[in-house]
């Protein structure tokens, strides 16, 4: 159930992604979440990963390589990539239609944060329901 989910990140973690946010401003930026846990999900890593989108200013795609990499080195370890992060450059910090296009994997936690020249938003978390064909909000915990 997507209701008893809960994401922490620490105050440095979020301030991590708040200035990926606004230093790739007017491009989205983006990467990737490695976590631990089931229904409180802490992330334990942020790895940045290059925006390959033909057009970055409107869109993100997460390098296919970065990726593999990722999962060939956290398979190794503790934790497991529980989802990505990306920006909306003078947006709103909810996924958008065409994030919704995007969305297959039902476990993948999406952060999006809302940038605007130089500042961003704190992260908000979702996840792709095919309850309710869209994404629901996952509650973002941030510690001190
Ligand atoms: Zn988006």
Not at 9 to 18: T, V
Not at 103 to 122: F, H, K, N, R
């Amino acid at each position: 159930m997507t209701e008893s989910l809960q994401l922490h990140l620490s105050a440095y973690q979020a301030d991590i992604l708040r200035q990926a946010a606004a230093a790739a401003y007017p491009h989205e930026c983006c990467g990737l979440l490695v976590g631990e846990g089931e229904s409180a999900i802490v992330i334990t890593e942020i790895v940045p990963t290059t925006n390959t989108a033909d057009d970055p200013r409107r869109g993100f795609s997460i390098n296919p390589q970065a990726q593999f990499d990722l999962l060939r080195r956290v398979r190794a370890g503790r934790g497991r990539v529980v989802g990505h992060y990306h920006s909306h450059p003078d947006g709103r910090a909810i996924p958008s239609s065409h994030d919704l296009a995007m969305a297959y994997d039902p476990e993948a936690i999406w952060v999006v944060m809302a940038a605007s020249a130089g500042t961003a938003s704190q992260p908000k978390a979702f996840r792709h329901t095919h309850d309710i064909d869209g994404f629901a909000e996952i509650p973002v915990a941030i510690s001190p």
